[in-house]
């Protein structure tokens, strides 16, 4: 039985361990959302013993935007700095990945200069947010894909699709945004088909790469998307070449108020693991090594994502795991 320090290989491509760092926005980018020197250091000191670095939300088009120093992969300019990034992350032996993301409905006029997107408008009543047409909906999958083929070109070895967190594909997923009356709306099998398409059109530039969705997996309301639902997709997510799933919540978030025990998703991704065959990842709150190794032993998880404790101490788990 597989535990934190057992390595896994996947297609060509081997983590020496089981311990991911999840994404996230460190907002150390410009404006234009171009790499530091600040950020390749901070993933330069956090890969000299994790298995794998998931890089931060990248935005894959300026009206996806989410915040003034996010990270962006929407135009070639961008692709030196990415490398630095992702050299910085392999240099130490350490698995390097890249979330690519469009905000969809939580964007701010503010920062992306223009009126929000998303599946439909219902769901947000303090802003004005406009329905995306047929034709929209194709260029934000082609900006996904050519993200893909930068992430690629930077020379990651994996790309994450962001799916979670109540962001665009996630909104697409969940019946509380999605009140759609064409073929992308109204059943599961429908509100999944503009995330599944997605996936399908960026695999073309991940053959060698992995292909990785962070799923929100549930929204944690009746009304909303069901762990029932997550394991659905998990199934389809699968069948169309998605060799990691990444579970985390959908509209209930990331780090929702009051859970605060040790690995509160880590029952999200056993119930999507049970559903599929390729590995998952398993995330929230977890702050001893041993909880890792126990979830990674116990078969509840296949790979376990530490983000504030790795934040915090970027040496977390190097002891247990030498
Ligand atoms: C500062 C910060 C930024 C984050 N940014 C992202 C992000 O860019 N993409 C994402 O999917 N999750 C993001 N998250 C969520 C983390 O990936 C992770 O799921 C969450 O922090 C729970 O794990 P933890 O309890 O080990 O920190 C962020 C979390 C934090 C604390």
Not at 44 to 71: C, F, N, W
Not at 102 to 122: F, L, P
Not at 149 to 175: I, M
Not at 195 to 215: A, F
Request: hydrophobic share 35%.
């Amino acid at each position: 039985m597989p535990d934190l320090k057992s390595p896994l290989k996947i297609k060509k491509i081997e983590l020496r361990n089981r311990l991911v760092m999840p994404p996230m926005a460190m907002n150390l980018a410009t404006k234009d959302g171009e790499v530091t020197e600040k950020l390749v250091e901070h993933y330069r000191e956090r890969a000299k013993h994790t298995g794998m670095i998931i890089v931060e939300h990248s935005y894959v088009d300026p009206g996806g935007k989410l915040s003034e120093r996010q990270l962006g992969i929407y135009k070639d300019d961008l692709i030196p700095g990415l490398t630095k990034i992702a050299e910085a992350i392999k240099g130490e032996g350490c698995v390097a990945c890249i979330q690519i993301t469009h905000a969809g409905g939580s964007c701010n006029k503010d920062i992306t200069g223009k009126t929000s997107v998303s599946a439909s408008k219902d769901w947000y009543k303090d802003k004005e947010v406009k329905e995306l047409t047929l034709e929209e909906m194709e260029e934000i999958k082609n900006k996904f894909t050519q993200a893909a083929r930068r992430a690629k070109e930077a020379g990651f070895q994996a790309v994450e699709v962001h799916g979670a967190h109540g962001f665009l594909l996630n909104q697409f997923a969940s019946p509380l945004t999605n009140r759609r009356e064409d073929k992308y709306g109204s059943s599961l099998e429908s509100r999944l088909k503009y995330p599944m398409e997605v996936v399908e059109k960026v695999k073309q530039y991940t053959e060698d790469m992995l292909l990785m969705y962070r799923m929100g997996a549930c929204d944690d309301r009746g009304d909303g998307f069901t762990l029932e639902d997550a394991q659905i997709f998990g199934k389809k997510l699968e069948s169309a070449g998605v060799n990691i799933i990444d579970v985390s919540g959908g509209f209930c978030g990331s780090r929702p108020e009051g859970k605060d025990e040790q690995g509160y998703y880590v029952h999200f991704a056993e119930r999507v693991k049970e559903a599929v065959s390729v590995p998952v990842i398993g995330v929230g709150g977890i702050v001893e090594p041993e909880f890792a190794d126990k979830i990674v032993k116990e078969d509840r998880v296949d790979l376990a994502a530490v983000g504030r404790g790795l934040l915090k101490d970027p040496e977390w788990g190097a002891e247990f795991l030498s």
